[in-house]
T-cell receptor, first 109, second 113 residues
Framework: QKEVEQNSGPLSVPEGAIASLNCTYS??????FFWYRQYSGKSPELIMF????GDKEDGRFTAQLNKASQYVSLLIRDSQPSDSATYLC?????????FGTGTLLAVQP | DTEVTQTPKHLVMGMTNKKSLKCEQH?????MYWYKQKAKKPPELMFV???????INESVPSRFSPECPNSSLLNLHLHALQPEDSALYLC????????????FGPGTRLTVL
């Protein structure tokens, strides 16, 4: 069983819409969760981290964590074509990050 | 400043060559990591250094040899690689291990002929 799971997509949304990216995890020992954005051929770039239940907002991005349901999400408001990338969810149950397989987001102009 | 630098950006090597990848951070982070990433896959952890000591080796073949000369530098020595080792090699650093945020460098694109 994979420890962090994501829908591989692609998730296609029109420009200006809200993109909703979801992630589930199996290890209740995970304390912190991270969202990375990765453009094709580039390295992962940290978007947000969250470790408390509830919502955390940063500009157009909102991360949501529900530890009871073992569910993490990332909302991107007013999606732009430049948001088109693979979004990696990662948890940290031990001394290392466990990545999901990533969700490919395509924002259509 | 959350910058991790890596050199070279691209590397092409034959199976009999010896080469090294370099990583540097000046954020005072005490943990540094090597990852390997193949196309359309997530990063795969190879090694973790904590306070300049190797703390995790994810059963990586001995043709990959890590080295941490000091708290700011991390090297990955390559020898007798196989074509299937071609990938993007990523370095990352964090304040500590565990749940601390990891920051990635730009990566080295390695091609083994």
């Amino acid at each position: 069983q994979k420890e962090v799971e994501q829908n591989s997509g692609p998730l296609s949304v029109p420009e200006g819409a809200i993109a909703s990216l979801n992630c589930t995890y199996s290890d209740r020992g995970s304390q912190s969760f991270f969202w990375y954005r990765q453009y094709s051929g580039k390295s992962p770039e940290l978007i947000m981290f969250i470790y408390s239940n509830g919502d955390k907002e940063d500009g157009r991005f909102t991360a949501q964590l529900n530890k009871a349901s073992q569910y993490v999400s990332l909302l991107i408001r007013d999606s732009q074509p430049s948001d088109s990338a693979t979004y990696l969810c990662a948890g940290s149950p031990t001394n290392k990050l466990i990545f999901g397989t990533g969700t490919l987001l395509a924002v259509q102009p | 400043d959350t910058e991790v630098t890596q050199t070279p950006k691209h590397l092409v090597m034959g199976m009999t060559n010896k080469k090294s990848l370099k990583c540097e951070q000046h954020m005072g982070h005490r943990a540094m990591y090597w990852y390997k990433q193949k196309a359309k896959k997530p990063p795969e952890l190879m090694f973790v250094y904590s306070y300049e000591k190797l703390s995790i080796n994810e059963s990586v073949p001995s043709r990959f040899s890590p080295e941490c000369p000091n708290s700011s530098l991390l090297n990955l020595h390559l020898h007798a690689l196989q074509p299937e080792d071609s990938a993007l090699y990523l370095c990352a650093s964090s304040q500590g291990t565990g749940s601390d945020t990891q920051y990635f460098g730009p990566g080295t694109r390695l091609t083994v002929l």
